[in-house]
Antibody, heavy 119, light 110 residues
Framework: QVQLVESGGGVVPPGKSLRLSCAAS????????MHWVRQAPGKGLEWVAV????????YYADSVTGRFTISRDNSKNALYLQMNSLRPEDTAVYYC????????????WGQGTLVTVSS | QTVVTQEPSFSVSPGGTVTLTCGLT?????????PSWHQQTPGQAPRTLIY???TRSSGVPDRFSGSILGNKAALTITGAQADDESDYYC??????????FGGGTKLTVL
């Protein structure tokens, strides 16, 4: 069965960096786009970034453009989110999600990893 | 800036039918927005119910259905059950490489 396991969250001071990982299994990772979605405490879901199956296309929400970088390693069935210049408003649970099909929408979710940006 | 709109809250009686909607502050939702619906209970990860307007995800009961109603996407739950009490989020594909979530609907079953 599909499994997505995020890791790498933690507490980080403002302005610092953090790298999240998502280990995928149970499906042919290299044939699906992948999303990152976040949820601030007590708030709704916010789409963050997406990467195509081959890694050649990447798109970002305006709120993270220029600070976050999505990447993947299909040989390791792994998805990453490099987060630089972190701000307190980036505090959230970060979910990785498998795309439904052809970069249409998130379709299967991991359990999430909490990132707290605080001094 | 176009915003994705959802009812903040909704209530349904057990066994009843409820339709939640997902609209745009500017323009109509169409199948080209690939509307999808995601259910989330407190403290849990979201679960995808519907994608590409009306395709049910694996394992989702057929009492959940998606459609376009007028100028909005819609999620209909028939025969509501107590464990349907959750937050429901829609997300729309807005333009090249951009997806936007609605603010979510808190559904109460009572």
């Amino acid at each position: 069965q599909v499994q997505l396991v995020e890791s790498g969250g933690g507490v980080v001071p403002p302005g610092k960096s953090l790298r999240l990982s998502c280990a995928a299994s149970g499906f042919t990772f290299s044939t699906y786009g992948m999303h990152w979605v976040r949820q601030a405490p007590g708030k709704g879901l916010e789409w963050v970034a997406v990467i195509s199956d081959d890694g050649n296309s990447k798109y970002y929400a305006d709120s993270v453009t220029g600070r976050f970088t999505i990447s993947r390693d299909n040989s390791k069935n792994a998805l990453y989110l490099q987060m630089n210049s972190l701000r307190p408003e980036d505090t959230a649970v970060y979910y990785c999600a498998k795309d439904s099909f052809q970069l249409s929408s998130p379709g299967y979710w991991g359990q999430g990893t909490l990132v707290t940006v605080s001094s | 800036q176009t915003v994705v709109t959802q009812e903040p809250s909704f209530s349904v009686s057990p066994g009843g039918t409820v339709t939640l909607t997902c609209g745009l502050t500017s323009g109509a939702v169409s199948t080209s927005n690939y509307p999808s619906w995601h259910q989330q209970t407190p403290g849990q990860a979201p679960r995808t119910l519907i994608y590409s307007t009306n395709t049910r995800s694996s394992g989702v009961p057929d009492r959940f259905s998606g459609s376009i109603l007028g100028n909005k996407a819609a999620l209909t739950i028939t025969g509501a059950q107590a464990d349907d009490e959750s937050d429901y989020y829609c997300v729309l594909y807005m333009r090249l490489g951009i997806w936007v979530f609605g603010g979510g609907t808190k559904l109460t079953v009572l």
